[in-house]
Each structure stands twice: as structure tokens, then as C-alpha cells.
């Protein structure tokens, strides 16, 4: 079989090479101009094509599609009145559970399938039972908050983001937390079914979107040492 090889190397960037190899553990060797920093067998999945799902980011749309996934809004209060529209809204267009935060199973709902949590900390219990899950790119919560190293005034952005499951190998857990009134609210959800490939979405003020993939494993790639 032959199998392509892609180097990143100190000076001249990524140099790919093709390699013939037979059997499971084979030794193979190469030149190269310039001291190697990885190294990633078929970095274009030229023959891999089937990924795992570490392999896969974390997306809107794996939550989404998950017949076992359940939406979860605030139990009471103004917290409810702004979500609960968006909320019969996703469920009813992708055929998903409605909850409220103060579900006696709502551990359960974690740990065997997808959860997309409307609302932040101050609003939705079922936010601290998902925080673990959130904290590898929400590293700051509350005001401001922190998506992948980049810092957003609570006040003046909606945020959605989506991540993996460690229990689970498909959906994930996703969370909504938005700016504005019931109305507003509702029309931010909407858009939300748009972004079905993106792993986090944020709104301004001025309803510009901000969207992205966080980046998935890469167990075929090696990062090579000093």
C-alpha cells in the first residue's frame, strides 16, 4: 500500500511525500531539507476516509440530529418566557425532547445522548451539570466570557456553542445563552438551525455573526519533539 505522509517542518512548511508500506508495522524512511516538527499520515484522507468520531468537531448539527437529544429550558420565571418559543421551536422542526431544568433525569440526559441547554449560569440549573463538558473552550464563564482565547462582554453578545460528549460517540452538548428579549431571543434561535456545521456561534448587538469549527483530534498526526 502506498500511503501519503505529510511533514511540517521548521522551514519549509508542510512537505508531503508518498511511502510504500506492507504489514501492520513497517519501517519506512525519508529525507527531508529541515528538521521535521510533525508528522501526519494521509493528512487529505486520500485512504482513510472513514473517521472516527473524535475525528469529527463538534458541531450544531450532530446535537440536533440526535433522536435521543432533549432541549432544555428554565423552569420558571422571565428566564422561561424568553426561551420557551425558540425551544418548541427546535423541538418541533428536528423532532427533539422538551425539558425543563429541574428534571429529576437530567443527569441521565448527559450521560446517554445530546443536550442543548437555553439559557447561561444565572439562568438554567441545567448548566451546571454541563459546565465540565463546556470548560475546554469556555474557559471563562459568566461576564466576560472566553471562547477559544477570545474574550466577549456578556452584555453585548449571544453565544452558542456546541461540544463533544465524553459518554457519548455522536451528538454532544450544546449551550444558548442570549441577549435581549423573548422576541429578539426567538429570532436568534431561528437563525441557529443555519449553523448546523458550526461547533460555536456569537451574535453582537448589531446582529453580526461571528461563527466556527473548534478543531477535532488527529490521532494519525504526531508531533515530533525537540
Known amino acids: 500500500m502506498t500511503l501519503p505522509i505529510g511533514f511540517k517542518t521548521e522551514k519549509d512548511g508542510l512537505v508531503k511525500k508518498t511511502m510504500a508500506v506492507s504489514g501492520e508495522d513497517y519501517k519506512a524512511y525519508t529525507e527531508l531539507s529541515s528538521k521535521p516538527v510533525s508528522v501526519e499520515v494521509d ?3 486520500e485512504n482513510f476516509r472513514l473517521l472516527s468520531s473524535a475525528e469529527i468537531p463538534p458541531s450544531f448539527g450532530a446535537i440536533f440530529g440526535d433522536r435521543k437529544a432533549v432541549i432544555v429550558v428554565p ?7 424568553k426561551y420557551l418559543a425558540g425551544a418548541e421551536l427546535l423541538a418541533k422542526d428536528f423532532d427533539l425532547t422538551l425539558v425543563t431544568d429541574d428534571d429529576e433525569d437530567m443527569e441521565d440526559y448527559v450521560n446517554n445522548g445530546s443536550v442543548f441547554v437555553l439559557g447561561g449560569p444565572s439562568e438554567n440549573r441545567a448548566f451546571a451539570v454541563i459546565q465540565s463538558y463546556l470548560r475546554k473552550y469556555l474557559s471563562a464563564i459568566g461576564d466576560p466570557f472566553v471562547i477559544n482565547g477570545k474574550t466577549y462582554p456578556a452584555a453585548s453578545f449571544t453565544v452558542g456553542l456546541a461540544v463533544k460528549s465524553a459518554d457519548s460517540p455522536i451528538g454532544g452538548i ?3 445563552a442570549a441577549v435581549g428579549g423573548p422576541d429578539e431571543t426567538l429570532e436568534k434561535i431561528k437563525r441557529m438551525r443555519f449553523f448546523s456545521d458550526e ?10 455573526v461571528e461563527k466556527g469549527r473548534s478543531p477535532a483530534e488527529k490521532p494519525l498526526k504526531k508531533e515530533i519533539l525537540p
Do not use: L, Q, W
Open 75 to 81: 423552569s420558571g420565571g422571565e428566564a422561561r418566557d
Open 199 to 208: 461547533s460555536y456561534v456569537i451574535i453582537d448587538n448589531d446582529r453580526k
Open 174 to 176: 450544546g449551550v444558548f
Open 43 to 45: 493528512p487529505d484522507y
